[in-house]
């Protein structure tokens, strides 16, 4: 082992010491090889024209320069030329000889070839024009002899034009394709930049720049631009976004160039039959059904106007394209930037790979980018839906606030029409995002505690504030943390105070599915299939209901059965009802968010949580684990092939004080409405009475058993079928026995420390 240990250093030694030596040589070489380069210049320039030649190159140098001019002729320039070529390649690439230089050796036979043929004089052929000193030489008067009097004038003519492209293949080393994209690059920015001279006009604003910028969004890439597209939003003026609708949801982005209507003080009655171009009314009469007063929508004054105007680092993108090019291409991995859009959060930048690159290629080197361009974190989406490009989402160095205010000035609620619009925030291009719930159907919200879950909720419900009269929308709040959502109590549009015991929570779900049969019943008698059908044929007004629920974790500890039941009953079937579903929560596990729920909500957005596996709850798909927080989201609307990425929305407490604050000062403080008297008669009927004097006993027999059945139940308590049937389904509803599994068997949900409790309650 010794003796092994030091032969190797010693053989490593020799190894580098030869490698030194061969570098020594090669340099040396070159050197003489550039030195005998310029000895045959200076002699080819004083050969000729100096009486006493011999004094400046002597003897030999004379008869060195008369062979050279006799085999070469005009073209004797060509030899320095090329051994001054020599000398560079052999002291560069540190070898006297490769495919480089036979191409430059075919190059130099070519121009030589020419010059014999198209500088003999008439009358004689190239060989006696070499012979005589002329043309090429002698050399090249007897090579391109030889080549006319095999091919002809026209043959010798193309295999020169063949030897000269063959040649510039061999020197640069790439294909021919990439040769002819590259000269017609030149071409066009030759063309454009004589063009640019004379039509030249002189350059516009910034910002005016910008708006192009954002209203012009190239769908398909150039492969020929040289610089990536810029697209920036933030510095132009953010009012009256143009609309663009997807195909099948009213999710929509919007440019910035319009500006903000006034808000009209004045009420205006609300009109059934309104066409979709005439704007919504700014404040609504109450029906023969409704209200009591005349419900004015909030005035915009009372949100607070965020300024995000901010400048591109222009230079600082240009950098971060020379890093993401080069990182890959250290990779041997060929990509080009095409184009960059820069948002409230992230800059994305648009890569076109090269032909024959795999997509999980990319996506393998996050981490080697994230390293290089010093992120905290980038997101990869590959590809971008539409389009042959990947996109690297990298975050901002500061990130700028979207203010609900900016969104609901524009026209995009009152060309939407709907009293369940509602704004989301900006994408990556810094388009304003708005969507309909009605055609979601319903909504689903995960997030991890401070990503912006809260703010989401309070920007959706604001949007319905300002954009809904209470005979138009009625709410119903479900708030076990008792913090979030309580800010809203007494406004006009809350079918009953916010709810904040997760025991009511339960019976609230199941009031509002017994709501939604009633309407059901409605539309059959009046022959109609939805809301919107019913609203139209019927002089009576039906409002919408959006239930909200803003910690559905909390409901699922206390009654997990019922609460997943009801919450499944509305999805599936309360949609033509005109009841809509936004639930909300902070623990997205698979004990909360159930196969069931996810599977009839279909619409979702997620902020940010800690694992891919929470993610893959939410979404189906990873993501979300990679996002910044403050209002970073995916939203993933139905419809939709993948989620795209959303900066939602800020609104102030402040902000929404004052809105609530002014709506309830329209109110007229009365004795509480019918349904919520009817409510509250639920809840006190549903925790008081039991309906059995046997219920807690059927109860203890089936905790202390730890099984659950119909006819245990009859054989203990010596009862009838019937009764306790109708027992085990009382426990049911409550929570405290499951349902029928596929084995005819039901579960015991409830232990004795929790049956005590509920014993004692």
Not at 662 to 673: D, G, N, T
Request: with cysteine; proline share 4%.
């Amino acid at each position: 082992m010794s003796k092994n240990n030091r032969t190797k250093p010693t053989r490593y030694k020799k190894t580098n010491n030869k490698e030194k030596k061969s570098y020594i040589r090669e340099e040396i070489l070159s050197i003489i090889v550039l030195m005998i380069a310029v000895f045959v210049y200076v002699g080819l320039r004083n050969y000729q024209g100096i009486p006493d030649s011999d004094q400046f190159i002597g003897l030999i140098g004379i008869q060195l320069m008369r062979l050279i001019d006799i085999s070469f002729g005009l073209a004797s320039i060509l030899v320095p030329l090329f051994l001054l070529i020599w000398s560079i390649h052999i002291g560069v690439i540190k070898k006297l000889w490769s495919v480089r230089m036979w191409g430059v050796a075919i190059l130099a036979i070519a121009i030589l070839i020419s010059i014999s043929i198209y500088n003999t004089p008439k009358g004689i052929t190239s060989l006696d024009a070499g012979i005589k000193g002329l043309g090429g030489g002698y050399i090249g008067g007897f090579i391109s002899y030889s080549l006319v009097t095999l091919v002809g004038n026209i043959g010798a003519v193309i295999a020169i034009i063949l030897s000269c492209i063959l040649a510039i293949i061999m020197i640069i080393e790439k294909p021919i394709s990439e040769i002819i994209k590259f000269l017609i690059n030149i071409v066009k920015k030759t063309r454009n930049y004589f063009v640019d001279i004379m039509y030249y006009k002189p350059e516009e604003s910034e910002s005016k720049k910008d708006v192009k910028n954002l209203s012009e969004e190239p769908s398909t890439i150039d492969s020929t631009n040289t610089e990536p597209v810029i697209i920036n939003h933030l510095d132009t003026d953010n009012n009256l976004p143009h609309i663009l609708e997807s195909n099948n949801t009213d999710y929509v982005k919007a440019d910035k160039t319009d500006k903000s209507d006034k808000t009209d003080k004045k009420p205006v009655k609300r009109q059934k039959n309104k066409s979709k171009s005439e704007p919504i009314d700014i404040s609504f009469n109450k029906t023969d059904n409704d209200l009591d007063f005349i419900y004015k929508k909030p005035p915009l004054e009372l949100l607070t106007n965020i300024n995000n105007e901010k400048s591109v680092d222009k230079k600082n993108i240009k950098q971060s394209i020379s890093v993401l090019e080069d990182t890959f291409s250290s990779f041997g991995i060929k990509v080009k930037v095409n184009q960059v859009s820069c948002g409230p959060a992230i800059t994305r930048y648009e890569l076109t790979p090269a032909p024959g690159v795999k997509v999980s290629k990319i996506l393998s080197l996050t981490d080697d980018l994230q390293l290089n361009l010093a992120a905290p974190g980038i997101r990869m989406e590959a590809p971008i839906p539409g389009k042959s490009a990947v996109g690297i989402e990298v975050p901002n160095s500061l990130m700028a606030s979207v203010g609900l205010k900016n969104l609901l000035t524009s026209s995009l609620f009152k060309n939407l029409n709907s009293p369940l619009a509602f704004a989301l925030g900006e994408d990556i291009g810094g388009n304003p995002v708005v969507a309909k719930l009605k055609d979601m159907p319903h909504l689903l919200i995960a997030g991890s505690t401070g990503s912006g879950k809260s703010v989401c909720l309070n920007c959706i419900i604001t949007s319905f504030l300002y954009n809904s009269s209470p005979d138009e929308l009625k709410l119903v709040f479900i708030d076990p943390k008792m913090v979030e959502l309580t800010v809203f109590n007494g406004i006009p549009h809350l079918m009953t105070p916010v709810v904040t015991d997760p025991k009511k929570a339960s019976v609230v779900l199941r009031w509002m599915v017994t709501e939604m049969e009633k309407r059901y019943r409605i539309f059959a008698e009046k022959g109609v299939r939805d809301i919107n059908r019913y609203n139209e044929l019927s002089e009576d007004f039906m409002p919408y209901i959006v239930i909200i629920i803003d910690e559905l974790a909390d409901l699922m500890l206390v009654s997990p059965v019922e609460v997943e039941d009801s919450i499944c009953r509305l999805a599936q079937m309360a949609r033509a009802a005109g009841i809509h579903l936004i639930v909300a929560t902070q623990r997205p596990s698979v004990d909360v968010v159930t196969g069931l729920i996810k599977a009839n909500i279909p619409s979702r957005i997620a902020f940010a949580v800690s694992s891919q596996a929470d993610s893959r709850t939410i979404l189906d798909m990873g993501g979300a684990e990679k996002l910044l927080g403050k209002g970073d989201m995916l939203f993933f609307p139905i419809g939709a092939v993948k989620p795209f990425r959303i900066q939602g929305a800020f609104v102030s407490d402040n902000d929404i004080e004052n809105t609530v604050n002014y709506i309830k000062s329209q109110v007229v403080v009365e004795e509480k409405a019918e349904l919520t008297n009817e409510l509250e008669s639920t809840l006190e009927k549903s925790d008081t009475d039991i309906g059995d004097e046997l219920y807690w006993d059927a109860v203890k027999i089936f905790v202390d058993n730890g099984k659950a059945s119909v006819s245990l139940l009859q054989r203990k308590l010596r009862i009838g079928y019937s009764r306790a049937a109708r027992l085990v389904d009382m426990m049911e509803e409550r929570g405290i026995v499951s349902e029928l599994d596929s084995n005819k068997k039901r579960e015991v949900l409830i232990d004795n420390q929790q049956f005590e409790n509920l014993y004692s309650n």
